[in-house]
T-cell receptor, first 116, second 111 residues
Framework: DTAVSQTPKYLVTQMGNDKSIKCEQN?????MYWYKQDSKKFLKIMFS???????INETVPNRFSPKSPDKAHLNLHINSLELGDSAVYFCASSLGTGTAGANVLTFGAGSRLTVL | KQEVTQIPAALSVPEGENLVLNCSFT??????LQWFRQDPGKGLTSLLLIQSSQREQTSGRLNASLDKSSGRSTLYIAASQPGDSATYLC??????????FGKGTKLSVIP
């Protein structure tokens, strides 16, 4: 059983389109994240949700809108896609956001988005 | 704001050699530091987590150390194998509910 699963794994689309990436975790974790890995392989946090509530919203264009229907799901919707949005997007989850052990992250396999 | 730096960016060693990967962070007020492995086209696999109160953690041939006062962590890999070839990322957990990642060290172990 996959712990953190993302779909789709690959996404190729035209500039200006709207697309979504879905993420689900079956670990019973309370906290979920979206990270972006750019062409230089640098991983940077975008959003974090704890029990369906937004707790981190880094400097991300408002074309990116996360949605957490329940604590096992965190989806990422992107409007008006731009060339610079091309990257690998990783979903992750952790037991919580506290200190000891709770914040060991489990990552999904990534969704590679290519904007043409 | 926390910044994490990893040196070197790439490392190539012959099989069997012991090696050390370095990680430094600017804000010593961390809860923990984590080391991950990323294989090409794959997600991240957590290797070791060191709590801020700990000095080191060991798992098999891997040993990670943490020196908060100097803002440094090292990942020691003993008797390297070709299967160890991957990118190794360190990440520091500060107080703002997030991990800050370094850019990684790409390791190649030559048979």
């Amino acid at each position: 059983d996959t712990a953190v699963s993302q779909t789709p794994k690959y996404l190729v689309t035209q500039m200006g389109n709207d697309k979504s990436i879905k993420c689900e975790q079956n670990l019973g974790h309370d906290t979920m994240y979206w990270y972006k890995q750019d062409s230089k392989k640098f991983l940077k946090i975008m959003f974090s949700y704890n029990n369906k509530e937004l707790i981190i919203n880094e400097t991300v264009p408002n074309r990116f809108s996360p949605k957490s229907p329940d604590k096992a799901h965190l989806n990422l919707h992107i409007n008006s896609l731009e060339l610079g949005d091309s990257a690998v997007y990783f979903c992750a989850s952790s037991l919580g956001t506290g200190t000891a052990g709770a914040n060991v992250l489990t990552f999904g396999a990534g969704s590679r988005l290519t904007v043409l | 704001k926390q910044e994490v730096t990893q040196i070197p960016a790439a490392l190539s060693v012959p099989e069997g050699e012991n090696l050390v990967l370095n990680c430094s962070f600017t804000d010593s007020a961390i809860y923990n530091l984590q080391w991950f492995r990323q294989d090409p086209g794959k997600g991240l696999t957590s290797l070791l987590l060191i709590q801020s109160s700990q000095r080191e953690q060991t798992s098999g041939r891997l040993n990670a150390s943490l020196d908060k006062s100097s803002g440094r962590s090292t990942l020691y890999i003993a008797a390297s194998q070709p299967g160890d070839s991957a990118t190794y990322l360190c990440a520091a957990w500060a107080g703002s509910y997030q991990l800050t990642f370094g850019k990684g060290t790409k390791l190649s172990v030559i048979p």
